[in-house]
């Protein structure tokens, strides 16, 4: 049996982060794309049925009233449209929030080598990085986060925390923060795409 060699394991270490980072790229990329187009046609598409609102009966709320399954539809595709405009909006503040925090982690590690460059040299270079851990976030709530970034203030990794020690602890809650939010942005963007074509659908059914 032939033992993989230490440049054949360098050597495909290497491709395989390549890869990842190529393909994360293209994801992010196409993600915001996607985001940015349903958002769009939400709109125009609302705009549309708002121009269009006299074609249909007007709402009543008298006891007489007789039941009317267009304006039912009609009000079904507005209220779906008008719902999925708001999570597209939400996909795009929360994509925004994730990307600020990623930004501020990747800095801070930058920082946090330049602070222990002598330790990383003369004892070990273990002390001069931040190590990634795998976080479970399956039981996190995402609103909470979400509202955080929204009406409050990121704790983000300050001077002081560096003299304190508390540079490793903060770390670790931000990329927390982070996951949560990119992974909102994704159930959001479902969300929005599963309301517009019900919407889409909605509305249809009125003009059939």
Same mark, same amino acid.
Not at 63 to 72: K, N, Q, R
Not at 118 to 146: C, M, T
Not at 194 to 201: A, C
């Given at each position: 049996?032939?033992?993989?060699?230490?440049?054949?394991?360098?050597? /495909?270490?290497?491709?395989?982060?390549?890869?990842?980072?190529?393909?994360?790229?293209?994801?992010?990329?196409?993600?915001?794309?996607?985001?940015?187009?349903?958002?769009?046609?939400?709109?125009?598409?609302?705009?549309?049925?708002?121009?269009?609102?006299?074609?249909?009966?007007?709402?009543?709320? *008298?006891?007489?009233?007789?039941?009317?399954?267009?304006?039912?539809?009609?009000?079904?595709?507005?209220? *779906?449209?008008?719902?999925?405009? &708001?999570?597209?909006? !939400?996909?795009?503040?929360?994509?925004?929030?994730?990307?600020?925090?990623?930004?501020?982690? !990747?800095?801070?590690? /930058?920082?946090?080598?330049?602070?222990?460059?002598?330790?990383?040299?003369?004892?070990?270079?273990?002390?001069?990085?931040?190590? *990634?851990?795998?976080?479970?976030? *399956?039981?996190?709530?995402?609103?909470?986060?979400?509202?955080?970034?929204?009406?409050? /203030?990121?704790?983000?990794?300050?001077?002081?925390?560096?003299?304190?020690?508390?540079?490793?602890?903060?770390?670790?809650?931000?990329?927390?923060?982070?996951?949560?939010? &990119?992974?909102?942005?994704? /159930?959001?963007?479902?969300?929005?795409?599963?309301?517009?074509?019900? &919407?889409?659908? !909605?509305?249809?059914?009125?003009?059939?």
């Amino acid at each position: 049996m032939q033992k993989m060699t230490e440049s054949e394991f360098k050597e /495909k270490l290497d491709e395989y982060i390549n890869r990842s980072n190529n393909w994360t790229d293209k994801t992010i990329t196409q993600l915001g794309y996607s985001i940015n187009l349903f958002t769009t046609i939400g709109i125009a598409f609302l705009g549309y049925i708002i121009t269009h609102r006299d074609k249909f009966p007007h709402l009543s709320f *008298s006891c007489d009233a007789e039941f009317s399954w267009i304006l039912t539809l009609f009000l079904i595709g507005t209220i *779906s449209t008008v719902f999925s405009i &708001g999570f597209g909006f !939400a996909s795009i503040l929360s994509r925004l929030f994730d990307f600020r925090i990623t930004r501020h982690l !990747a800095l801070t590690r /930058k920082r946090f080598l330049v602070k222990n460059k002598e330790k990383a040299f003369n004892e070990n270079r273990v002390l001069g990085l931040i190590d *990634s851990r795998i976080i479970d976030i *399956s039981n996190e709530r995402n609103y909470p986060i979400f509202k955080k970034h929204i009406f409050g /203030k990121p704790e983000f990794i300050t001077e002081n925390d560096f003299k304190e020690l508390r540079v490793i602890d903060k770390f670790e809650k931000l990329r927390k923060e982070s996951k949560i939010l &990119g992974n909102l942005t994704w /159930k959001c963007h479902k969300y929005q795409i599963g309301l517009f074509f019900l &919407g889409v659908l !909605a509305y249809g059914l009125t003009i059939l």
